[in-house]
Every structure is written in C-alpha cells, then in structure tokens.
C-alpha cells in the first residue's frame, strides 16, 4: 500500500505573489474550484490580514469550496491570527498557517532577536491560533539555511504547543536534494513527538531544483507537499504541482500517491495561465506547448511506431488530446506521411519521396508547416474555404467600446455585420459569430507571436477552437495588422472546423 502524500496548493497565495499576476476575488474562485475537482487535499487561500482584498478572497472562497480545507497564512502575531481566523469563519475545515523564521540569516537580519525569543514568539502564536482552529500549521521559514539543531528545538516546540502540521521551507531555493532530504530525515529522527505532526515541503525554484528538493523530502518521510499550478511564485517560483504529481504517479516504487485526478492537470494549467497572464514556457514539464511534441526526425518514427519509445507520459492522462509531430528540417518520411494522413492525403510511395523533397528543400527557411503549406507541397492548394474575408473596418479607442464591422463572403453570399466587444478582436469575432451561427464553437486559446523585430512587424497569430463534440482546430493567420492577422485565423479555423 502507498502512502498518502497530501497535496497543499498555494497557487492564490504563494503563486499570486508574482509582480503583475494579481487575480481578483471572482478569479480565485474560479481557481479555487478547480482545484478543488483537481483532488487537492488543501487550498492556501491568502493571507488575510495583507489587504481586504486578500481577506475577502478567503472569505468568499470558505464559501465556494467544500471538500478540501481552507488554509491562511499568518505571521506570528496576533493580529494576523484573529484576521485570519475570521476570514476562514465560512470554511468547512480551516487551517491557519502561522510561522516565523527560523534561520539566523532571519533571526539576526530580520527579527534583529535571538533564537530563543524567536523560538517562543513561534510556540505563543501555535498557542493563540489554536484558540480559534484546531488545525494549525506551523512554517519555520528559510529553514533550507537554518541550523538543524535548532530547527529540530523549533519543530519540537511548536508540536508540543498544538501544530499539526511542520513545514520547513527551503524559502531561498538554496538547498540541493541530498542536503535537504537529509534534513527532513534528520527531523524525523530527532524531534520528539514527530509523530503527532505532519511534515511539509515547501521549496522555491531559485537554483531549478524546487522539484527535485521536495522528492526528496518527501522519500525521507515528509507527507505534504507544498506546490502551485505551473510553478508559479515569487523570483524563480515554487515546486510545481503537475512535475510531483506526475513524478510519484510514473515512479510507483516510491511508494507514494496523490489523489490528484491528473486528467485535470493540463486544463487548469491554461486557465492559471490566461487568468494571470503568465505565459507556460514552451518546454515546461507536463504543461509546456512542446512537453508532448516531438520534431526531430529519429524521435517521431520512433513515436509514431511506439509512443512510449519517447514518451514516458500518455499525455491523455494530464488532459493533453494527444502527442503532436512537429515538421522540422530534422523530420523524416515517416512524420510528413502521418502529418499528410492527418489532413486526408495518402501519397503512394513515389509521390511521398517527390513531396519530401520538396519539403526539405522549404524545411529549412520555414519555422513551421501549415496545413495549407502541406496541401501546396503535395500540388493540392487548398481553394475550397467556404467562409472568406472580403473586408473589416475596426474601430477602438478609449474610453470608446471597440466596434467592428465585417464582410464576409459565406456559401458564395455577401454578409455584413457589424458588433461591439470588449476588445477590436473581440469586437470583429463577435460580427462573425453573428454571420456564422455557430454557438457552440468557442475560442480555447489565442496567441499573438511577433515574427521578427520592430513596429512595422508582422504579427503571427494561432487560434485553438473547441466545438461542443470537443473537437479541436487550429487556425492561423498572419498580417502586419494583429486585429487582421487574428480575424484570419479565426476564419481559419472556422473553415476548418466547420468544412473538413
Ligand atoms: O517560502 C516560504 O517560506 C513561505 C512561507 C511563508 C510558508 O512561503
Ligand atoms: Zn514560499
């Protein structure tokens, strides 16, 4: 039998620590009830007492969320505490996560104390909290660089005094894994009463080792982990949710489980992203754009033959639809045949050896391919969009609302239409939604890429459209104008998904 290891989530409050990605209270619900159908054990909602924003999301999300708990944080002082206590008064199960620094860089720099006063400004603020909550968790904070001597006297302490949760924080992202699973081991060795708390990982990203440190001490016996959805977090970030998930699930021998359902990794690691404007990078682990595609010619036959010869994750199982094969100069015979079935052409082996020719001689000036660009190359150009662009006229301003008036030409007929929205390429979608009566598609995901440098520009722009069966189509467009370039690969996607 595996042991549980307890997922703590702290994408609305060490996450939402990031210059520029604050979330509004209708936001953090949003969040928070998707991690909630994600399977997280405990939601870090805030920290109350730092604005009455932060206060009113605890509050409000107490109300939304039902199974797992809902924790704030608190510095050791009483005042944090009773705000806190008070923010929580609606959860179901509530937790209140008071702590104090632990480490002399703290105690001397910071706190300009000594180590038994902060000592027991920790074991009093345990004491007050658990007048208001049973549940208490205590953060030794920079434990990474505390002495473990004293961090032993620390989490000795606040046990006795009612914590039922320790978490030691590599805060400063200093430690390497050995160093810091040595130092959980350390805790559970020494610390009389270890037994009566559960142990927390929490660690930051400032050397990339976030991940690997909370394994770590988790396989030396700590059983809550401390992550945020995409790593995000303040500098470098925290422990990434999706990477130890996906860490314990693949290496079963460790013994270790979540009851995260994975299948909602991915879908939430957008809505994070779009939510806080804090774009993936293409190569993250489990979530990046490029986690699951393959462009390298060796690497896509052996895909193609055998997924888990390069795979090690079925992407379905995070929520991804499926692996994706990246033309490049580097892809063989076997990735364009695959890319050429998938948009309904079967080239006999002649012709194939005739349009891979072709396709290198292009491969090497062309960052990608598009389906159009395979149906030129395979002397099929694609003339059978039954919806085209004849003009658009967009028109925003401020503090005027956008508007937009488009022509189409659909089935062979002229349509105008013109729309407001809350943007010029919201404005110019909304008129087309008015031509094209289709409700159910909706417009998942939207990227504006700058192909070279400066204002003269041409802007590339990849749309993601979903249809009520889930199917999925990507549209491209590009233009020096990025409202144009956006209407072209709206339109893109519309013939695609409407007329393959
Ligand atoms: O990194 C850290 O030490 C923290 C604590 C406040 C838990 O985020
Ligand atoms: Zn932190």
């Given at each position: 039998m595996s042991d549980k290891v307890f997922i703590f989530d702290t994408t609305l409050r060490d996450g939402e620590?990031?210059?520029?990605c604050q979330l509004n209270t209708i936001e953090k619900i949003e969040i928070a009830k998707e991690l909630e159908l994600l399977g997280?054990?405990?939601?870090?909602?805030?920290?109350?007492?730092?604005s009455p924003g932060d206060f009113n999301s605890v509050l409000e999300i107490s109300k939304a969320v039902n199974d797992p708990v809902i924790c704030a944080l608190t510095r050791s002082v009483e005042e944090d505490i009773k705000v806190a206590a008070d923010a929580l008064k609606f959860a179901k199960r509530r937790r209140i996560h008071t702590g104090i620094g632990a480490s002399d860089y703290h105690i001397k720099?910071?706190?300009?104390?000594n180590r038994d006063a902060i000592l027991e400004r920790g074991v009093a603020a345990v004491k007050y909290a658990k007048k208001f909550v049973e549940d208490i968790e205590f953060y030794c904070e920079d434990a990474g660089r505390a002495d473990k001597v004293y961090l032993a006297r620390m989490v000795e302490a606040v046990i006795k005094a009612g914590a039922t949760v320790v978490n030691i924080p590599d805060t400063t992202g200093y430690c390497l894994p050995d160093e810091y699973g040595a130092k959980i081991r350390f805790l559970k060795e020494n610390v009389?009463?270890?037994?009566?708390a559960i142990l927390s990982v929490h660690c930051h990203n400032d050397l990339g080792m976030a991940t690997a440190n909370s394994l770590s001490g988790l396989m030396n016996g700590a059983r809550q982990v401390e992550v945020t959805i995409n790593g995000?977090?303040?500098?470098?970030?925290?422990?990434s949710l999706e990477e130890v998930v996906m860490a314990l699930k693949t290496h079963k021998s460790l013994n270790l489980a979540t009851?995260?359902?994975?299948?909602r990794i991915y879908p939430l690691s957008r809505l994070v992203a779009n939510l806080m404007r804090m774009p993936v990078q293409?190569?993250?682990?489990?979530?990046?754009?490029?986690?699951?595609a393959h462009s390298s010619g060796i690497h896509q036959d052996g895909v193609l033959k055998n997924r888990e010869n390069y795979e090690i994750i079925d992407p379905e199982d995070v929520g991804v639809k499926q692996s994706s094969i990246i033309l490049t100069a580097r892809s063989g015979r076997a990735a364009l045949k695959h890319q050429l079935i998938e948009i309904g052409l079967k080239l006999e082996k002649e012709e194939l050896d005739r349009v891979y020719d072709q396709f290198l001689r292009m491969a090497d000036n062309k960052r990608d391919f598009t389906e159009e660009d395979l149906l030129a190359l395979a002397g099929?150009?694609?003339?059978?969009?039954k919806i085209k662009i004849i003009s658009a006229q967009i028109m925003s301003g401020n503090p005027s609302a956008p508007m937009a008036r488009v022509e189409l030409e659909y089935f062979d007929e002229i349509h105008i239409e013109t729309a407001i929205g809350n943007g010029p390429v919201d404005a110019a979608i909304n008129a087309i939604r008015k031509i094209i009566i289709?409700?159910?598609?909706?417009?998942?995901e939207f990227f504006i890429q700058a192909m070279?440098?400066?204002?003269?520009d041409i802007g590339k722009v990849h749309m993601q459209l979903s249809d009520k069966n889930n199917n999925i189509t990507y549209g491209f467009g590009t233009d020096t104008d990025i409202v144009f370039a956006s209407l072209k690969a709206y339109v893109d996607g519309l013939n695609k998904m409407m007329f393959r």
């Open positions: 620590q990031v210059p520029g997280v054990d405990i939601i870090e909602a805030g920290f109350p007492v730092s720099h910071k706190f300009k104390s009389k009463g270890i037994d009566k995000i977090g303040e500098r470098a970030g925290n422990t009851q995260i359902n994975s299948k293409p190569n993250k682990a489990i979530v990046g754009r490029n986690a699951f099929k150009p694609k003339n059978n969009s289709r409700k159910d598609i909706k417009l998942e070279t440098k400066g204002s003269n």
